[in-house]
């Protein structure tokens, strides 16, 4: 997983894929509770998780890669598509497309 390429000194690839796991376990009960909205850029298809603070050094991109197929998560995605009026653009994600601020602004990737 690409997520697992950012570890913190001596930190272990267990250790690590278990840090990646929770923090996306808590992703996803945030979105559930409604406190993480999904976030999508009508130019560009981009995606963002909007209030997810706790990400434990996992992006946005990792998160929607590994994310995509869980139920809540599946449907905040359908939602916010909806609302962006265009689908996730996964190439827009994989270029580094991303926002800081819960998608009022988008940066291309650095």
Not at 55 to 83: F, G
Request: proline share 3%; aromatic share 4%.
């Amino acid at each position: 997983m690409a997520c697992e390429s950012f570890s913190r000194p001596s930190q272990t690839p267990a250790q690590r894929k278990r840090e990646i796991e929770e923090a996306l376990d808590e992703l996803e009960r945030s979105v559930e509770k409604g406190s993480v909205k999904v976030v999508i850029d009508k130019r560009s298809g981009a995606l963002t998780f909007a209030g997810w603070t706790d990400n434990r050094d996992v992006t946005d991109a990792c998160a929607y890669r590994v994310m995509m197929n869980r139920p809540a998560v599946r449907a905040a995605i359908v939602r916010a598509e909806s609302l962006a009026g265009t689908k996730v653009n996964q190439r827009a994600m994989e270029m580094g497309t991303h926002s800081h601020d819960g998608g009022k602004t988008w940066d291309k990737g650095h």
